[in-house]
């Protein structure tokens, strides 16, 4: 290909799409129309997100003697995916994280209940409580896990025990990593939320991702290619074989 035929291709690149009320309809067409399973997509989410956390802080870059990692969990769907996630880095042998989660409010449903056990059963270790000494975080772990409020949640009225968890990571000096959304708005970021140095957007990055200035990764490889045509998503090409890319 010469010079400006490649320029002329590179032109006509369409720019990636940032969703709002979109991704929920996208979620529904996988479960309903392509018989995707909750539990399965919950598990690629979550694989995708520690492969992340690798790939954004490796053990060679952490500045603890213990590789340490705090998984914060909402009672949601985010609250699932943090699960998995802290299971997959429990699991990694090759890098074998410690992860620790904070679960403060569990749900009644099956699934989450499901990944709760399966990473009692491996030992990963659950706090009573978090600490409100913020210096007593940073002491501990390495980064934090924001896996508390997803897409679907209201940000505008946050009860507690979330309302004061966002207080405290709001003074944290350690680095955050948000699942899918931080914990504000899923549509503008918020001067009120918390300032995470790592985002890992699910399926597509949600409208709010697009002032965000960390490292950003995408985990959308799994999606069917007619809903990426319906919904104009223009993914970029993921690279090799790998579940996820940085933007």
Same mark, same amino acid.
């Given at each position: 290909?010469?010079?400006?035929?490649?320029?002329?291709?590179?032109?006509?690149?369409?720019?990636?799409?940032?969703?709002?009320?979109?991704?929920?309809?996208?979620?529904?067409?996988?479960?309903?129309d392509?018989?995707?399973?909750?539990?399965?997509?919950?598990?690629?989410?979550?694989?995708?997100c520690?492969?992340?956390?690798t790939k954004?802080?490796?053990?060679?870059s952490?500045?603890?003697?213990?590789?340490?990692?705090?998984?914060?969990c909402g009672?949601d769907?985010?609250?699932?995916?943090?699960?998995?996630?802290?299971?997959?880095?429990r699991?990694?042998?090759v890098?074998?994280?410690?992860?620790?989660?904070?679960?403060?409010?569990?749900?009644?449903?099956?699934?989450?209940?499901?990944f709760?056990?399966?990473?009692?059963?491996?030992?990963?270790?659950?706090?009573?409580?978090?600490?409100t000494?913020?210096?007593?975080i940073?002491?501990?772990?390495n980064?934090?896990?924001?896996?508390?409020?997803?897409?679907?949640a209201?940000?505008?009225?946050?009860?507690?025990p979330?309302?004061?968890? +966002?207080?405290?990571?709001? !003074?944290? $000096?350690?680095?955050?990593?948000?699942? %899918?959304? =931080?914990?504000? #708005?899923?549509?503008?970021?918020?001067?009120?939320?918390?300032?995470?140095?790592?985002?890992?957007?699910?399926?597509?990055?949600?409208?709010?991702?697009?002032?965000?200035t960390?490292?950003?990764?995408?985990a959308?490889?799994? +999606?069917?290619?007619?809903? !990426?045509? $319906?919904?104009?998503?223009?993914?970029? %090409?993921f =690279?090799?074989? #790998?579940?996820?890319?940085?933007l």
């Amino acid at each position: 290909m010469n010079h400006s035929s490649a320029e002329a291709e590179a032109e006509t690149i369409e720019p990636l799409r940032y969703l709002k009320e979109e991704a929920a309809a996208i979620e529904t067409e996988l479960l309903r129309d392509y018989r995707f399973g909750q539990q399965q997509l919950i598990e690629i989410w979550g694989q995708a997100c520690a492969i992340a956390i690798t790939k954004a802080y490796p053990l060679s870059s952490l500045t603890k003697k213990q590789p340490t990692v705090l998984v914060i969990c909402g009672p949601d769907q985010n609250g699932s995916i943090g699960l998995v996630c802290a299971r997959h880095l429990r699991m990694f042998l090759v890098q074998e994280y410690e992860p620790t989660i904070y679960h403060p409010k569990r749900s009644s449903h099956s699934l989450h209940q499901d990944f709760t056990v399966q990473c009692e059963k491996m030992d990963i270790p659950f706090l009573s409580y978090l600490p409100t000494e913020v210096q007593l975080i940073n002491d501990a772990y390495n980064l934090v896990i924001d896996a508390m409020l997803g897409p679907e949640a209201d940000c505008a009225n946050i009860k507690e025990p979330y309302s004061g968890i +966002l207080v405290t990571l709001k !003074q944290i $000096k350690i680095p955050i990593a948000s699942v %899918d959304v =931080p914990s504000w #708005d899923v549509e503008e970021q918020s001067q009120d939320g918390i300032n995470p140095e790592v985002l890992i957007s699910l399926t597509a990055p949600k409208k709010c991702a697009v002032s965000f200035t960390g490292k950003h990764f995408l985990a959308g490889r799994f +999606l069917p290619y007619d809903i !990426q045509k $319906k919904y104009e998503l223009n993914l970029p %090409d993921f =690279p090799g074989t #790998d579940c996820l890319i940085e933007l």
